[in-house]
């Protein structure tokens, strides 16, 4: 009960905060936007496959999994300024739970993740794009824990080394292997066998490929369900470790 | 009220590849009763922010116990936290935040109620006079008012112990001021304050009783005056021009002696008859006196006795 409070208290400041200045929802949608105008055409004879809708199936799916691995990951710069502020510190010596702190702000990331998402969604129909609204729903599911996920890893590592400046760096290290063997731009099914063999270790390449399945109408498909499982693990993971370094006496 | 025993805490602190243990905290044992406003006295370095942080649950200890308003704060830190406030030395309010919803929220993270938060928050704008400003954001506040705000959200659940870190550091004469009188109302309303604080004015003007810090240890510790009085005898401040320091401090190398910018200070059993000893002294090494002046030993000579430093070089 008291963890439900805390966060929805945690929660609702960072709502607030985030909906003050709605700046964000514009820089957050713009690049997706981008790829979807300007990349997504070069699909359809790329991919060959037979309309732009089919293209879309493909492409849709793996931006919005690129837009929650890369939006959840760099959260950790807010925080940063935010212990800089000394909100952190405040926050810590009541007592709110710790893990309160952290699943207040990472679920806010994820509101905002869905916001967008479902503004690409939108998008994206009027580029002929369908999809089922049960399997939508779950593929926003997916799409949730890995935000959930990678949000928390971000703050994780913003409390352990508590500068933009190793922070960033850092992220971007991660983000760019998990990136290219994920599959997100174009599926692995036209890479090379070893290239495979590595990406089948990269869990958000099951991730796309289960949000994929989704999006295809695929709902039976090994994919989905091992994606969501994988992807949900993780998060708890995640969220353990960095609910502890909110715990975790700093300097 | 707080009582500490032998409470330590250590850094690894890394320059390149050496890693250094630093004894931050070497043993520190306090005593502080209900209701005053008791004072940590040292320079920066000293350990004082560290044993603040210890007492406030942020930092565990290495060593030593600590009970804090009737809480073990090995044992039970949680409770620690419901009974104590904290104020850190940097701030704590989000600029795009205004004072009254921070008030609210941190009421709230104590498991106050929203009706009784939002009354708590009322209350507090009102006694550190922030009405006019509650609800304009924290980045539009100046430098006092910010500090008051601060202050506010370590008082807004009324704990029984309030660590305050460096309230005025910063602030300008007149914030300064007002700032004790908001410590000592913090006082009248039944608060035992701890503050820590670099200024010897206001260790001696603000503190019931103080504990001098040095290099992580404990010093002195007792009421500003009778510290004061421990000193036996008088010191004479002569004040002279800014070439004639080194010249003096050679005529009078008899006596117990601190050099400063434009005077020399020094520690006599007897000013009276120090005196005209004195004057006799320079007069016979020609050293062009500007002022002479008698007075009671001030916290700095405290500091000097015990650690053979003045705190002013800081």
């Not at chain 2, 400003?133 to 704990?159: F, M, N, W």
Request: hydrophobic content about 50%; overall charge neutral.
């Amino acid at each position: 009960m008291k963890l439900l409070r805390d966060t929805s208290l945690i929660f609702n400041r960072q709502m607030q905060l985030l909906l003050r200045n709605p700046v964000w929802i514009f820089v957050g949608v713009f690049q997706p936007v981008m790829y979807l105008l300007l990349f997504a055409p070069l699909l359809k004879p790329a991919l060959q496959v037979n309309s732009n809708a089919e293209a879309y199936e493909i492409f849709v799916p793996g931006l919005l999994v690129l837009l929650a691995i890369f939006g959840g990951l760099f959260q950790g710069f807010g925080l940063i300024a935010e212990l800089r502020a000394g909100v952190i510190e405040r926050s810590r010596v009541t007592p709110v739970s710790r893990l309160a702190l952290l699943l207040g702000r990472s679920l806010r990331d994820v509101v905002s993740l869905i916001a967008q998402a479902v503004i690409i969604t939108l998008l994206a129909l009027v580029f002929d794009l369908r999809v089922f609204l049960p399997n939508l729903l779950l593929a926003y599911l997916m799409l949730a824990l890995i935000s959930l996920m990678t949000s928390a890893v971000s703050y994780g590592v913003a409390l352990v080394v508590k500068s933009e400046d190793a922070l960033a760096p850092l992220m971007n290290t991660v983000a760019q292997p998990v990136l290219l063997l994920s599959g997100i731009l174009l599926p692995l099914t036209f890479a090379p066998g070893w290239l495979q063999g590595i990406a089948d270790w990269n869990p958000f390449s099951w991730a796309v490929n289960g949000t994929r399945a989704l999006f295809r109408g695929d709902l039976g498909s090994a994919d989905v369900w091992q994606g969501l499982l994988i992807m949900a693990v993780l998060a708890v993971a995640a969220v353990a470790w960095a609910a502890r370094e909110f715990a975790r006496s700093v300097r | 009220m707080i009582e500490t025993r032998g409470l330590r805490k250590s850094f690894i602190s890394r320059q390149g590849r050496d890693k250094k243990t630093v004894e931050a905290v070497r043993g520190v044992d306090l005593e502080v009763a209900e209701g005053e406003i008791f004072g940590f006295l040292g320079p920066n370095g000293a350990g004082k922010t560290t044993t603040l942080r210890m007492l406030a649950t942020l930092i565990e200890p290495d060593g030593g116990t600590a009970t804090i308003a009737g809480a073990d704060l090995l044992a039970d830190p949680g409770e620690v936290r419901r009974r104590i406030g904290y104020v850190a030395q940097g701030g704590s309010t989000w600029d795009d935040s205004t004072a009254r919803e921070e008030l609210v929220l941190q009421a709230r993270l104590y498991g106050i109620g929203k009706a009784d938060a939002l009354r708590r928050a009322e209350r507090v704008l009102e006694g550190f006079q922030l009405s006019e400003y509650a609800d304009r954001k924290c980045k539009t506040y100046s430098g006092g008012q910010r500090r008051r705000v601060d202050i506010a959200l370590g008082i807004i659940h009324e704990p029984k112990v309030v660590f305050l870190d460096e309230p005025t550091t910063g602030l300008d004469p007149q914030s300064r001021a007002h700032m004790w009188d908001e410590i000592r109302r913090l006082r009248a309303e039944g608060m035992t304050v701890f503050i820590t604080t670099h200024y010897l004015d206001e260790a001696d003007a603000l503190c019931d009783r103080i504990s001098i810090m040095d290099n992580g240890e404990i010093v002195a510790s007792g009421t500003p005056a009778g510290l004061k009085r421990e000193i036996s005898g008088d010191v004479v401040r002569v004040g002279l021009p800014v070439d004639a320091v080194a010249a003096a401090a050679q005529a009078l190398t008899s006596y117990k002696l601190e050099t400063y910018e434009d005077n020399v200070r020094l520690y006599v059993e007897d000013g009276a008859v120090a005196i005209p000893q004195i004057l006799r002294a320079l007069d016979a090494a020609s050293v062009p006196l500007g002022t002479i002046e008698l007075h009671r030993p001030s916290l700095d000579d405290v500091f000097l006795t015990k650690t053979g430093r003045s705190l002013r070089e800081n």
